[in-house]
């Protein structure tokens, strides 16, 4: 089935760890994104993509870093984990002018 | 800059009662309006969306009405059922490429 994957849903590290969360999309979609998301609340986006090798930074300042080497992969990158970062981080997808589609989130923990 | 502003931040009513949740936009270019529901520890799925051609839309008990000469627009749910309960998103789409999302507004149906 077409849809959006996260991986992992829930990680507990510890301050100063290199992390990946993992995002894939099967749904063909040119333009990816993440957003951080405390419970609940309101969603900012920290990175998006227009396509393949194209990457850019969204609104809240992010320590994070992100590639689109190809199409149906968006990962997310934390060089050095803080407490600070502790939240849900979650992947979507679209097309132009069209809804997002949201994975499931990774809860992240960082202690 | 962009922006979506979304009121109220929280609602309660009666089940079977109606409620109502109002978006302001800023960019008279946007075009595109979808409302996306989050249940508790679940991701933004889309419910409902309306493009600036369209002034209302229905499905089933939500509709979403818009006018674009005061650049807002409403989510309506009719007969509120518990399972209504969770936070609702607005969003905007401008011409280009970003999706403005407002900050949320969690819901409540009393039983």
């Known amino acids: 089935e077409a849809d959006i994957y996260q991986t992992p849903r829930y990680l507990v590290i510890g301050t100063g760890k290199k992390i990946t969360l993992e995002c894939s999309q099967t749904?063909?979609?040119?333009?990816m994104y993440w957003y951080q998301q405390d419970p609940g609340m309101e969603l900012h986006l920290i990175h998006y993509?227009?396509?393949?090798?194209?990457?850019e930074k969204g609104d809240l300042s992010s320590e994070s870093t992100v590639s689109r080497i190809r199409t149906e992969h968006f990962p997310l990158t934390l060089e050095s984990a803080r407490p600070s970062h502790t939240s849900q981080y979650l992947c979507?997808?679209?097309?132009?002018?069209?809804?997002?589609?949201f994975g499931n989130g990774t809860r992240l923990t960082v202690t | 800059g962009e922006n979506v502003e979304q009121h109220p931040s929280t609602l309660s009513v009666q089940e079977g009662d109606s409620a109502v949740i109002k978006c302001t936009y800023s960019?008279?270019?946007?075009?595109?309006f979808p409302w996306y529901k989050q249940e508790l520890g679940k991701r933004p799925q889309l419910i409902i969306d309306?493009?600036?051609?369209?002034g209302e839309k229905k499905d089933q008990r939500i509709a979403v009405t818009l006018n674009k000469t005061a650049k807002h627009f409403s989510l309506h749910i009719t007969e509120t059922q518990p399972e209504d309960s969770a936070v609702y998103f607005c969003?905007?789409?401008?011409?280009?490429?970003?999706?403005?999302f407002g900050a949320g507004t969690r819901l409540f149906v009393k039983a």
């Open positions: 979507a997808s679209s097309d132009w002018g069209s809804p997002l589609h």
């Open positions: 749904m063909g979609h040119d333009k």
């Open positions: 993509s227009y396509g393949v090798n194209s990457t």
């Open positions: 960019d008279s270019a946007s075009n595109y």
């Open positions: 309306i493009r600036s051609n369209v």
């Open positions: 969003a905007g789409f401008t011409g280009g490429f970003k999706t403005i």
